[in-house]
């Protein structure tokens, strides 16, 4: 069974500045699909980026860029220039392929705060 | 495009009492559908999958005669809490995939409360 750890429970940021939290799984899978996940307060959950196990570049979303480390089982994301609005609980999530049928494993969250 | 909707939003009954949940895909058909249920500042945990016209599958630890699902449709999914008690008071979100598959795309979710 697939497993996804998110060791930050809580971080903060200042407005502005880049942060970056963290997910590692474990799979015995090649092919796979990773996601982080935005839960707001309004706790609609919102997909922020998505990265594909086979492509090695790491995938990028405007402010939102990841670090693949497919050999460590690694997957951050950074978030640069950070917002008030990128207050949220965060979450990591992997799928297996082809396409895992469907399933997420998430990963237990990190509570992102973002000061003025 | 690839709207889920939820109703009802927030949903309060007394113990004892069953309360169903729609799921709805506004814009695609969703060959598969996901339960998941969520306490406050944890993780979602998945609760059952559901496909058109078959049985849900449960996971385990899930009971299935007490959340019950019908996925009577390409586009309408329902989950039914029966004889609801205080402890089933959380939050039940519900997300789809269409034929796709790589993606899931997730309802707003349901505050359910039980007195």
């Known amino acids: 069974a697939q497993t996804v750890t998110q060791s930050q429970p809580e971080m903060s940021v200042q407005e502005a500045e880049t942060v970056t939290l963290s997910c590692t799984y474990d799979t015995s899978e090649s092919n796979y699909y990773l996601f982080w996940y935005k839960q707001p307060p309004s706790r609609q959950m919102i997909l922020v980026i998505r990265q594909e196990a086979y492509k090695q570049q790491n995938a990028t979303e405007n402010r939102f860029s990841v670090n693949f480390q497919k050999a460590a089982k690694s997957f951050s994301l950074k978030i640069s220039d950070s917002q008030l609005g990128d207050t949220a609980m965060y979450f990591c999530a992997f799928m297996g392929g082809p396409y895992g049928y469907g399933k997420l494993t998430f990963g237990q969250g990190t509570i992102l705060t973002v000061h003025p | 495009g690839a709207v889920v909707s939820q109703h009802p939003s927030w949903v309060i009954c007394k113990s004892g009492t069953s309360v169903k949940i729609e799921c709805r895909s506004l814009d695609f058909q969703a060959t598969t559908m996901f339960w998941y249920r969520q306490f406050p500042k944890q993780s979602l945990m998945l609760m059952a999958t559901s496909n058109e016209g078959s049985k849900a599958t449960y996971e385990q630890g899930v009971e299935k005669d007490k959340f019950l699902i019908n996925h009577a449709s390409l586009t309408l999914s329902t989950l039914t809490v029966t004889s609801a008690h205080p402890e089933d008071s959380s939050f039940y979100i519900c997300?789809?995939?269409?034929?796709?598959?790589?993606?899931?795309?997730f309802g707003p979710g349901t505050r359910l409360t039980v007195t």
């Open positions: 997300s789809a995939r269409d034929r796709a598959g790589a993606e899931q795309y």
